[in-house]
């Protein structure tokens, strides 16, 4: 796995990029720090980047102790592999640890691993257990327990079991496929793929691949064993729930974290403006996630903004299944007529990146560069009138949160500006996620993914479950099917960047930007910075 | 008096029967069940999936077959698991799998309340500490508004026409068109935000020594309840109910300062105090009387809004909650318990206005 080895000195090709940016005055000095850093470089090696030398810096070694309010959802909780939002796995990352994780700067390291190995054509993967953990009911860790794991992993008669979707190269008959899983002994597991997969390691990064005892019953509250060095105390749906550090139990990784006592979390409803009350009245530390507005805000009263530059984005995609969208030439005209840097500033008040059209992210291992994509509003209406499409009303729905509805808004209003006739709607959440698949024409939030190829196998192959475009392309399937083949991320580029034009080619959707993901904590809590996919490691962070 | 109170609770029996009835309509339509059905399995399930879920939780049953289970009337839903063991809605009421050993009827009538979806627990465990909550956040804007309200009303009443008369108005009237989405906000902006209102100058003049004088949120108030942290949800309850509270005051004072006994009184040589405590505070509290006791329903629909806003999580916060994630049982069992109190406090309110006035029987 390429994007795991990635030495410490090597630096991470979208820094370098942005210190280019930087030099060349396109980016600030502050906002080249945050993303450098954001992406994993040293804050020395981000100012080398620009030649200048970093300001000493004082070394702080964490200390024990303390109770850290955090602002969280806190759904009713389930069984991990049904998870469906990363609130619910945050709550319980402090006794249900993974097999590895995925990192700020975009590496995945091993947790309950000590290692892994792939062979060169990525349909065999050794895994390699962790020694000496021991679960806080005593029993040892051990193959057979991983084992047992990737069963319920593939099980797909458990409604919304999502993991099964990361499975499907170790699947057979919407079960686990007999003699993919091979325990060779108490600490090594070999799986073996009946296609290549190269997702399949990130897919255990993910927040619904949390490692159970073989004995769980489902409910990761009432019968909380796992591996890690915290246990909850309280948990009340809607309200908040209480974890602290486990006095019966010895952590693989004692002396490495866990410094934290306690860790409330307290759930304020969804109103930001209860966030900040709360905040002011010194009732919370730190955020789940800031967004929009209130990040001057809390900025404003003292709390340190951190962030992570992602590939979670805002999809506005056609479903090709219906008119006027089956055609080709409809939906290129439509995206032409669109600035995307325009939607980014205006939509989104510049808190990201400008994408492509396609939905691979600068900081994907394989992304590929490709030559800007051209904006021509009078072409645009052109192609539409000899479609006969020139006085067709569009309609462009999307939910009612506030970054769908605005960037939807400014995509109506530049096709309006082309002379385009269209129609916003915006529906209430809850409504929304009903038929988000089948919209004509609607914007979807996609979360991050480590790897270019992941949400493309997701949402864009011929007729998988999410594919809410109903894209359908021969020569991308197969071109996808190879790029899940090639581990390493620089071979696999070259695949990428047809499959990305692919994309660009066939209008399939607008995506205007790369969200950056932003956070508040007060300047007392380390190591809290925001995480690319919303995960709190509380067993990292501590107070000063 | 036995026979009116039977009435009554005759009345609140059908009352709470239509009530739900509409609730569980409404919670019940098929879009409804599907959005149930997503926050429950997962946000993204497929069609096929919503349908297997509905199915294997009971509720692809009429909807009144349904109704009758919740009421207790109807046995409830059993289905066989591949196993042998046995699920239904009794079967997880009691939680047992073993077939044949749980009752055949489990509802209201046999004192179940059902499962909340979203908080994944019994409404019988949900409600009532969400009851409490409210409890005291009512109980102390009752001690905050009554007597507010008829010293007000009482001071602008026993003068009808002078200035403090005109003043007092006024005032009752601004805090009465004044909602509580909007003193709440105002009462925030103003005293609990370090940035803007009073907070910033208290705090630079070192009047206080946190950044902030009143919590903006009272979420700390669930654990322990402090006059920094209860006293702007209670305010904002408050202000908007002793306005209309004052205003019946007022006017039921007035009229009794007009009547023959008082002028009899005042010219047989009694003081101005004595009249006004004596003889025409207890005439003109009767008014008043019916009007705080229906206003006790009527601030549980301000606490929803209030709640909400401080995050206290209460029973109109329940209710919010409940009616935003479609939890269908957990909103059947809150319309009850609003249906209990409506009544209830009318037949409070009544007995209670006979007490005071003698010239008036309940039958």
Avoid at chain 2, 145 to 160: D, F, N, S, T
């Amino acid at each position: 796995m390429t994007h795991k080895k990635r030495k410490a000195t090597e630096l991470h090709r979208a820094a370098k990029l942005y210190a280019s940016e930087c030099t060349e005055g396109k980016l600030s000095r502050r906002e080249f720090l945050t993303r450098a850093t954001a992406l994993g470089v040293a804050a020395p090696a981000a100012y080398g980047l620009l030649g200048l030398s970093a300001p000493a810096a004082r070394a702080d070694t964490p200390q024990m102790g303390g109770t850290l309010r955090v602002q969280m959802d806190i759904r009713a909780q389930r069984d991990p592999r049904t998870w469906d939002w990363s609130e619910l796995a945050n709550v319980c990352r402090g006794w249900l640890e993974y097999l590895v994780q995925y990192n700020r700067d975009g590496t995945i390291t091993p947790v309950l691993l000590e290692d892994w190995e792939a062979n060169d054509d990525a349909t065999e993967y050794t895994l390699m257990i962790r020694q000496g953990v021991t679960w806080n009911n005593g029993d040892a860790f051990t193959a057979e327990h991983v084992a047992h794991n990737f069963e319920r992993w593939c099980d797909t008669s458990v409604e919304g079991n999502s993991m099964a979707s990361r499975m499907g190269a170790i699947m057979e008959d919407d079960a686990l496929r007999e003699g993919a899983v091979e325990v060779v002994d108490e600490h090594t597991l070999r799986l073996h793929l009946s296609r290549p997969d190269i997702t399949l390691i990130s897919g255990l990064a993910d927040y619904p691949a949390a490692v159970v005892h073989p004995d769980f019953n489902g409910d990761p509250i009432g019968d909380p064993i796992g591996t890690g060095p915290y246990r909850p105390v309280s948990h009340d749906t809607g309200i908040g729930a209480v974890i602290e550090r486990n006095p019966d139990h010895t952590w693989w990784n004692e002396g490495n974290g866990a410094w934290l006592d306690r860790i409330e979390f307290v759930d304020l409803g969804t109103d930001p403006a209860a966030w900040v009350a709360s905040a002011e009245g010194a009732e919370i530390d730190m955020l789940y996630e800031t967004t929009g507005d209130f990040l001057d805000i809390f900025t404003a009263i003292g709390m340190d903004q951190t962030e992570a530059v992602t590939s979670s984005t805002l999809v506005v995609r056609f479903n090709q299944e219906n008119e006027p969208y089956d055609n080709r030439a409809v939906r290129r005209a439509l995206q032409m007529a669109i600035s995307n840097a325009e939607v980014l500033e205006l939509g989104y008040s510049d808190l990201g990146i400008v994408a492509e059209n396609h939905h691979v992210c600068p900081i994907h291992p394989e992304y590929a560069e490709l030559p800007p994509i051209e904006m021509d509003r009078d072409a645009a209406l052109d192609m539409l009138e000899a479609e006969g499409h020139a006085d067709t009303e569009f309609e462009l729905i999307s939910s009612d949160e506030t970054f769908h509805a605005d960037t939807a808004d400014n995509i109506a209003a530049q096709m309006r500006e082309a002379g385009i006739n269209i129609r916003r709607t915006i529906l209430p959440g809850a409504t929304f996620w009903n038929d988000w698949l089948t919209y004509p024409f609607s914007a979807t939030s996609w979360a991050m993914r480590p790897l270019g190829v992941q949400t493309l196998n997701l949402a864009y192959r011929s007729g998988v479950a999410w594919n809410e475009s109903a894209f359908s392309n021969v020569e991308f399937d197969e071109l996808l099917d190879q790029a899940n083949g090639i581990p390493d991320a620089d071979e696999r580029r070259e695949i990428m960047a047809r499959l990305q034009e692919i994309m660009q080619e066939e209008g399939v959707a607008i995506i205007p930007y790369w969200r950056s993901l932003f956070r508040h904590a007060r300047p007392n809590i380390h190591n809290a910075e925001m995480h690319p996919t919303f995960e709190i490691h509380y067993q990292n962070y501590w107070m000063s | 008096m036995l026979l009116f109170l039977a009435r009554r609770i005759g009345v609140m029996i059908v009352t709470a029967l239509c009530l739900t009835f509409i609730v569980f309509y409404l919670t019940n339509l098929p879009a409804k069940l599907e959005t149930l059905a997503k926050t429950q399995a997962g946000s993204r399930i497929s069609d096929a999936e919503v349908a297997s879920w509905l199915d294997r939780n009971g509720y692809n049953q009429p909807m009144l077959t349904r109704y009758g289970e919740w009421l207790g009337v109807v046995p409830g839903w059993t289905r066989e698991d591949g196993d042998g063991d046995v699920t239904g809605r009794c079967y997880r009421a009691y939680g047992i799998t073993d077939p044949g050993v749980a009752p055949a009827r489990c509802g209201l009538l046999q004192g179940y309340w059902g499962e909340s979806t979203r908080f994944r627990a019994s409404v019988a465990d949900v409600i009532p500490p969400r009851l409490g909550a409210t409890g005291l956040l009512m109980m102390w804007a009752l001690i905050v508004m009554v007597p507010m309200a008829l010293i007000v009303g009482v001071l602008a009443g026993m003068r009808e026409g002078s200035r403090t008369d005109r003043t007092l108005s006024t005032f009752a009237i601004a805090s009465t068109a004044t909602p509580e989405y909007v003193s709440g906000v105002v009462f925030i902006a103003l005293l609990a935000s370090s940035t803007a209102g009073l907070s910033p100058l208290l705090s630079s003049w070192g009047w206080i020594d946190a950044p902030v004088l009143f919590q903006g949120n009272a979420r700390s108030a669930l654990e322990k309840i402090t006059f920094w942290n209860f006293t702007l949800p209670v305010m904002t309850i408050a202000l908007y109910g002793m306005g209309y509270v004052a205003r019946i005051t007022r006017a039921s004072m007035t009229e009794v300062m007009t009547q023959q006994y008082i002028r009899t009184a005042r010219l047989k040589g009694v003081s101005f105090a004595n009249i006004v405590l004596r003889h025409a505070l207890r005439n003109a509290l009767i008014a008043p009387f019916t009007v705080i006791m229906l206003q006790i329903p009527w601030l549980l629909t301000g606490v929803v809004i209030v709640e909400v806003l401080f995050s206290y999580p209460g029973f109109g916060w329940t209710l919010f909650e409940a009616a935003v994630n479609n939890d269908i049982e957990l909103l059947l069992a809150a319309s009850v318990v609003a249906v209990i109190v409506v009544l209830l406090t009318q037949l409070i309110s009544d007995i209670g206005y006979v007490w005071l006035n003698p010239r008036i029987r309940v039958t």
